[in-house]
């Protein structure tokens, strides 16, 4: 139309025009729509998932390693119910009444051990090159899918703060991901390696039976989580390492456990990869999860927005200033429990319950309460 | 750490209570219609303007739990009733109305006792309506069993029935009464201690002096810039996954915040105070049984979606709770807790810069003491909790002041309130690390917990029923044995070297590795 026409050429074209005009915003209107419909559908898709993991059910996960064996006892056990009543350990009666169902308060020695089993493995973990963190336990609920939870879905584990968009958090791994949110991080910055402790709280909805008793399945617990960001051709490595930690924390303690390499129909939508550690509750009388290390690869990357730049651009001599944009990479992430306080209450005092009643403490905790060495009935 | 719990009375436009006519009393009665003003009048009332006191629940409703704040118009005959209610001793109250009335005054409350007085009246007056009715009754009961003409059998059974129905009104009515008498009493303050001071937070009295502020050779830096030079905390990345004044603790703070509680509790244990983790999720009628008031305009209290539940502001709630309606044997007194939690604060309504950095944040770690005893021991418990803080951060080596808080600055559950207030260089200013309230008998009485005395003087007397009317309740107080993030703030700043360092004080090096220092280094 920047030519020279006839008026009545121009006349047509600037019909032409305005249908094109029309037309356009129609097609960019529906290529919104279809992309944000697009956006739905597609990050319903889970995590890929590591060639050697099992495919099949819970049943299905394969066994990677086993370490000690059921302790022999020469006497009438009791779970982990009964030991906290009789050493006035816990109260779940009176948290039924402040706050509802599995909730509870920890009592004398169940206090100072839960104080131990933090402080040791925070230590612990630390001396392997993990930074310490506490963390919000309030938290966006946008960061809360970011990571691949649904809070608001049916039978939705996470409890919502009313009149606002927060959340309660289920694990630390939600706002320790959340840490690098929208970020490019330095290729040279990698791994980042973060050991955090925080409260949890899951609603449990949905989970009912006598797998569910006592400290087993509770409303709020403390945790020591572990949480790596690295490079992608890193993760395999960084997930040993992960369990290597996990495997010794839990030797240390002289727990029996078993190893598992969940098999597919037990893997959350963000994980890779899941090896869950499975230690024995004699008082239970079953193996019960007190870990699980997840290596999510770039799921939760893509989605909390965290690159990182890597040193050597292949393109380092062009010209084009835009090349090294183009370079960045997803990080990849994983978390493992470090310490689940309530589970490894169940295990402490149900493996190294005495005839008499007593609980003797593993070695590593003494010093990290006060050195006892045993939590012996008293008359209170 | 006392909350700002002001329960606020409720100025109820109602319309013109009927006045219940006394009868003049007959041995027979003689049946004429109820005054219609009894039956609906009473009760109409425009909802006030402000947030209405405590928790009102239309019960009648189906819908969940929800507290209904808003100021809707409550129409005639749906009772607004209380869904639980406090031991109040009301007849103390008449008896001591003048006291009660300077109290409200002294402490700013908006608590109405010439409403409670009135409808506190009334309900005796209607009492005893009630009974007259019943008592009349009976008397047409009784007479029916004898033999009658059939014309007066048939007056006699009128009667019966005219004297049900009224019963059945006044019955209604009196109950309608009760509540909203409960509703209005609760909202009174407790009473306060003679010695303190009256007046705004400005007439507050120095108690104690300990220690004096440090002489720095060198420019300060406040909490926030130490923590960013040393990488102690991150509030930018916790601004954005969670919201302003949320944080996260690095490196040695996190050891720091360790070390702080496994020493207060370690300490506090060794003065025989029982060591509790407690629930952070709780139900609402607890939170407001202790004082609070989750619903309330500018409430403190996070509540949970979709139930009844709220985050505590303070473990004093959940221990407040463990024993709910209980009568605890007089031998078990006193009882005395000391217990960590982490604490959620919505801090609304507050802003400034008495708020940067850890000052004031909407999570945070805390231990707390408890304790649960005899009426006439809470003086000298109040005392002990005392001495128990200011042992503590004299160990630290703080410079603090501790205040016998005014009456402006009291709590509704307060009887006397005691704050400490330590030195912050980097903020200029003295700063709130602890408060120490004993409340008396007024979460006891909402809580419901009781003691039986030991000795009863009815021990001899053969009625059963005597020891029962002897239980008392027992007295609660609370205090703040160490709150993280302000405590963080006093080491940091006043510990702080030229050289950026940060030294640890002696006490807590055991508690965290023995480390001494918190140096700056090449991260």
């Not at chain 2, 005395?336 to 507050?350: D, I, L, M, Q």
Request: aromatic share 6%.
């Amino acid at each position: 139309m920047k030519g020279k026409l006839e008026p009545s050429e121009r006349q047509k074209l600037i019909e032409e025009g305005k249908n094109l005009k029309e037309g356009l915003m129609t097609l960019e209107e529906d290529l919104i729509k279809l992309r944000d419909e697009l956006q739905l559908e597609a990050q319903c898709i889970p995590n890929m998932t590591h060639p050697d993991v099992p495919i099949g059910g819970e049943c299905s996960s394969k066994l990677r390693n086993m370490v000690g064996s059921r302790r022999e006892f020469d006497f009438p056990i009791k779970d982990h119910l009964q030991i906290g009543k009789e050493l006035d350990l816990f109260d779940f009666d009176a948290a039924a009444e402040v706050s509802g169902s599995k909730f509870y308060y920890l009592k004398n020695e169940a206090v100072l051990l839960e104080m131990a089993l933090v402080n040791w493995t925070l230590t612990e973990v630390m001396k392997r090159g993990f930074t310490p963190l506490t963390t919000p336990e309030i938290v966006r609920s946008s960061v809360v899918e970011k990571c691949g939870f649904q809070p608001r879905g049916e039978n939705t584990q996470v409890y919502s703060i009313e009149d606002s968009d927060q959340c309660l958090i289920g694990t630390a791994e939600i706002p320790v991901g959340g840490i690098h949110m929208d970020s490019i991080l330095s290729e040279t910055s990698l791994p980042l390696k973060y050991v955090a402790f925080s409260h949890c709280f899951r609603t449990e909805a949905g989970a009912a039976g006598t797998a569910t008793r006592g400290l087993y399945r509770v409303h709020q617990f403390s945790k020591v989580e572990m949480f790596i960001l690295c490079r992608s051709e890193d993760s395999d490595m960084y997930h040993e390492e992960l369990i290597k930690i996990e495997e010794d924390l839990f030797s240390s303690l002289g727990l029996h456990y078993k190893t598992l390499d969940m098999a597919t129909g037990d893997l959350g939508a963000p994980a890779y990869r899941k090896i869950d550690v499975e230690a024995w509750m004699p008082g239970l009388e079953r193996y019960g999860e007190i870990s699980s290390a997840s290596n999510c690869t770039d799921y939760q990357s893509r989605r909390l927005g965290i690159r990182y730049r890597p040193s050597e651009s292949p393109l380092t001599n062009s010209k084009k200033g835009k090349a090294s944009l183009a370079t960045t990479k997803f990080v990849h992430t994983l978390n493992a429990t470090a310490c689940a306080v309530p589970r490894m209450l169940v295990c402490l005092l149900e493996n190294f319950q005495q005839e008499d009643g007593s609980v003797i403490i593993p070695n590593p905790l003494r010093p990290f309460m006060g050195g006892i060495e045993l939590i012996s009935p008293k008359s209170r | 750490m006392a909350l700002q719990c002001r329960l606020s009375g409720t100025t109820i436009q109602s319309l013109k209570m009927a006045t219940i006519p006394i009868s003049s009393s007959s041995s027979r009665l003689i049946f004429r219609p109820l005054p219609q003003s009894l039956k609906l009048s009473l009760f109409s009332r425009h909802s006030p303007p402000r947030t209405p006191p405590i928790t009102l629940l239309i019960r009648a409703l189906s819908a969940p739990a929800v507290a209904a704040a808003p100021a809707t118009e409550i129409s005639d005959n749906k009772v607004v009733k209380p869904q639980w209610r406090a031991a109040i001793d009301f007849k103390w109250i008449r008896d001591n109305k003048e006291a009660v009335a300077i109290n409200i005054k002294n402490r700013n409350s908006n608590a109405n006792l010439e409403l409670v007085l009135e409808l506190y009246d009334k309900m005796l007056n209607l009492q005893k309506e009630v009974e007259r009715f019943r008592g009349e009754r009976n008397t047409v009961a009784n007479k029916m069993k004898g033999k009658l003409e059939p014309s007066e059998r048939q007056k006699l059974i009128e009667e019966g029935k005219n004297l049900k129905e009224g019963l059945m009104t006044l019955e209604e009515d009196l109950i309608k009464l009760r509540d909203e008498l409960q509703l209005e009493a609760q909202c009174i303050p407790n009473m306060t201690h003679p010695d303190v001071p009256i007046g705004g937070e400005c007439s507050s009295k120095l108690r104690n002096m300990v220690g004096s502020r440090r002489e720095f050779d060198f420019p300060i830096k406040d909490h926030l810039q130490i923590g960013k030079e040393l990488d102690l905390f991150d509030f930018d990345a916790a601004a954005e996954v969670s919201g302003s004044k949320f944080y996260y603790l690095k490196n040695e703070a996190v050891l720091l915040e360790m070390a702080l509680v496994n020493w207060t509790l370690t300490e506090v244990m060794k003065r025989g105070f029982t060591p509790l983790t407690t629930p952070e999720i709780v139900r609402s009628s607890v939170v407001e049984k202790c004082g609070f008031q989750p619903r309330g305009e500018n409430t403190q209290v996070y509540s949970i979606e979709d139930s009844d539940q709220c985050l505590i502001g303070t473990a004093e709630i959940p221990v407040g709770g463990i024993h709910m309606d209980s009568i605890l044997s007089e031998t078990s007194l006193p009882l005395k807790y000391v217990a960590f939690s982490h604490c959620f604060r919505t801090e609304a309504g507050a802003a400034g810069t008495a708020t940067r950095g850890l000052y004031r944040v909407h999570q945070f770690s805390k231990v707390e003491m408890f304790i649960l005893c005899r009426s006439e021991d809470s003086d000298m418990y109040h005392e002990e909790l005392i001495k128990i803080e200011e042992d503590l951060f004299s160990s630290l080596g703080l410079h603090y002041k501790t205040l016998d808080m005014a009456t402006g600055d009291l709590g509704a559950p307060a009887y006397r309130k005691i704050d400490v207030e330590a030195w912050m260089p980097g903020l200029e200013r003295y700063g709130e690390i602890s408060s120490a309230s004993n409340c008396t008998d007024y979460q006891s009485r909402r809580l419901g917990i009781r003691y039986r005395p030991s000795e009863s003087p009815l021990t001899n007397s053969k009625k059963g029923k005597a020891s029962l009317a002897t239980t008392k309740f027992v007295h609660t107080l609370n205090a703040t044995a160490c709150a993280v993030p302000r405590m963080l703030v006093c080491l940091l700043e006043n510990f702080q070297q030229e050289d950026g360092s940060v030294i640890i004080p002696n006490p807590l090096r055991p508690f965290m590795g023995g480390i001494e220092l918190i140096s700056p280094k090449s991260r």
